[in-house]
């Protein structure tokens, strides 16, 4: 059996190498080999937000390396689904593997549907319901389109039933959260990124084109961790999307922000670690929090990772600046409650494999 699987963004890589893990495994112990080739379309492209994680994390190197980054959402994903076209009529896969819902997601989907290649989604289900969201659409075409669906969550799978999966004709399978696998992995492995000082700290990450691309939202959300900052060091790893931004619109940040570079996976594994709290408006980082027993203040309005705020773990805050605080003084004196177990048991990886060899 062949498999390609389609990677552009930083947490696809983290994806990407539990199953490349679980197919190295399962060849080391079976006659029925798999054989994976990886497309990186080259989304993330910076050595910090794209090599770094195939060194530290033992990914296999790229077969394809498309280097399509920095266009507009329809210019990327039409050159995307163009390049990846050409390489499944080259490598005739029996399955292209897509994960989350970023532009990569869909333009592998698309590419393989019309070949009349079998498309697996890893993270199908999730929804936001805010279709102003590229990821949004994203995720919900990819879902309609994919031949299995590999749901996190009952929630997903409760999505997908409500969208009538059952009169589709996908397979849905629940399996747990692969990225819940990369945390008990890699957690002994984490690494102390250069340069962070002692001391207890609240890690921040901020890159969502809804909070960057307002200088209202992004100036309301600087502004919180400033306030936040002069009671506690926050730690913020600067994505390159937002950094452009801050100095477009002049956001002057204050001196006990540590602004660090993009980090990779070991060393956002060692700041999830030692954190106290997160503030974030990632999906990933959201999740990421509740394995490592953190709380989470979710700079959007709403999350796809529903569960999370359902449990009160995952508070929503969007770019509301004295919200964003307030919250955060509540959550330094209130006890929450992590031993729900919301994503598996992190034994995904191998769910899935099962799943694309007997499908």
Same mark, same amino acid.
């Given at each position: 059996?062949?498999?390609?699987?389609?990677?552009?963004?930083?947490?696809?890589?983290?994806?990407?190498?539990?199953?490349?893990?679980? /197919?190295?495994?399962?060849?080391?112990?079976?006659?029925?080999?798999?054989?994976?080739?990886? /497309?990186?379309?080259?989304?993330?492209?910076?050595?910090?937000?794209?090599?770094?994680?195939?060194?530290?994390?033992?990914?296999?190197?790229?077969?394809?390396?498309?280097?399509?980054?920095?266009?507009?959402?329809?210019?990327?994903?039409?050159?995307?689904?163009?390049?990846?076209?050409?390489?499944?009529?080259?490598?005739?896969?029996?399955?292209?593997?897509?994960?989350?819902?970023? %532009?990569?997601?869909?333009?592998?989907?698309?590419?393989?549907?019309?070949?009349?290649?079998?498309?697996?989604?890893?993270?199908?289900?999730?929804?936001?319901?805010?279709?102003?969201?590229?990821?949004?659409?994203?995720?919900?075409?990819?879902?309609?389109?994919?031949?299995?669906?590999?749901?996190?969550?009952?929630?997903?799978?409760?999505?997908?039933?409500?969208?009538?999966?059952?009169?589709?004709?996908?397979?849905?399978?629940?399996?747990?959260? /692969?990225?819940?696998?990369?945390?008990?992995?890699?957690?002994?492995?984490?690494?102390?990124?250069?340069?962070?000082?002692?001391?207890?700290?609240?890690?921040?990450?901020?890159?969502?084109?809804?909070?960057?691309?307002?200088?209202?939202?992004?100036?309301?959300?600087?502004?919180?961790?400033?306030?936040?900052?002069?009671?506690?060091?926050?730690?913020?790893?600067?994505?390159?999307?937002?950094?452009?931004?801050?100095?477009?619109?002049?956001?002057?940040?204050?001196?006990?922000?540590?602004?660090?570079?993009?980090?990779?996976?070991?060393?956002?594994?060692?700041?999830?670690? %030692?954190?106290?709290?997160?503030?974030?408006?990632?999906?990933?980082?959201?999740?990421?929090?509740?394995?490592?027993?953190?709380?989470?203040?979710?700079?959007?309005?709403?999350?796809?990772?529903?569960?999370?705020?359902?449990?009160?773990?995952?508070?929503?805050?969007?770019?509301?600046?004295?919200?964003?605080?307030?919250?955060? %003084?509540?959550?330094?004196?209130?006890?929450?409650?992590?031993?729900?177990?919301?994503?598996?048991?992190?034994?995904?990886?191998?769910?899935?494999?099962?799943?694309? /060899?007997?499908?």
């Amino acid at each position: 059996m062949k498999i390609i699987t389609i990677i552009g963004a930083r947490p696809q890589f983290v994806k990407a190498a539990m199953v490349s893990k679980a /197919i190295k495994e399962h060849n080391e112990t079976n006659q029925n080999k798999v054989s994976e080739i990886i /497309i990186h379309t080259g989304q993330h492209f910076d050595a910090n937000m794209s090599d770094i994680f195939f060194n530290q994390m033992n990914i296999p190197k790229p077969d394809y390396d498309l280097g399509i980054n920095s266009l507009t959402h329809g210019a990327m994903t039409g050159q995307m689904l163009e390049k990846i076209e050409k390489v499944i009529l080259d490598e005739k896969p029996d399955w292209v593997l897509v994960y989350g819902d970023t %532009n990569s997601t869909i333009a592998g989907a698309l590419a393989a549907k019309k070949l009349h290649v079998k498309v697996a989604h890893v993270e199908a289900g999730l929804r936001s319901f805010n279709n102003k969201m590229p990821e949004e659409i994203n995720r919900i075409l990819t879902d309609r389109i994919s031949d299995i669906l590999f749901c996190p969550t009952a929630t997903a799978v409760t999505n997908l039933e409500k969208e009538g999966s059952t009169n589709i004709g996908y397979k849905v399978v629940r399996t747990g959260d /692969i990225m819940l696998d990369a945390a008990n992995v890699y957690r002994e492995k984490s690494v102390k990124p250069e340069g962070v000082s002692e001391g207890t700290f609240v890690l921040s990450t901020i890159h969502r084109a809804e909070n960057t691309d307002s200088k209202e939202k992004l100036t309301a959300i600087f502004s919180a961790l400033s306030q936040i900052a002069s009671k506690e060091k926050v730690i913020l790893p600067l994505h390159p999307r937002t950094k452009s931004y801050l100095e477009k619109y002049n956001i002057e940040l204050s001196p006990s922000i540590e602004i660090i570079a993009p980090v990779g996976y070991l060393e956002m594994i060692w700041l999830l670690a %030692n954190c106290s709290m997160v503030i974030t408006d990632s999906g990933g980082v959201q999740k990421e929090a509740y394995f490592f027993k953190k709380p989470c203040i979710t700079a959007r309005e709403e999350t796809e990772w529903t569960e999370l705020v359902e449990t009160d773990v995952n508070f929503l805050a969007g770019s509301n600046e004295s919200l964003i605080v307030n919250t955060y %003084n509540e959550l330094k004196t209130k006890e929450l409650d992590f031993d729900t177990k919301l994503y598996g048991d992190g034994e995904t990886r191998g769910l899935i494999l099962k799943e694309l /060899i007997s499908y």
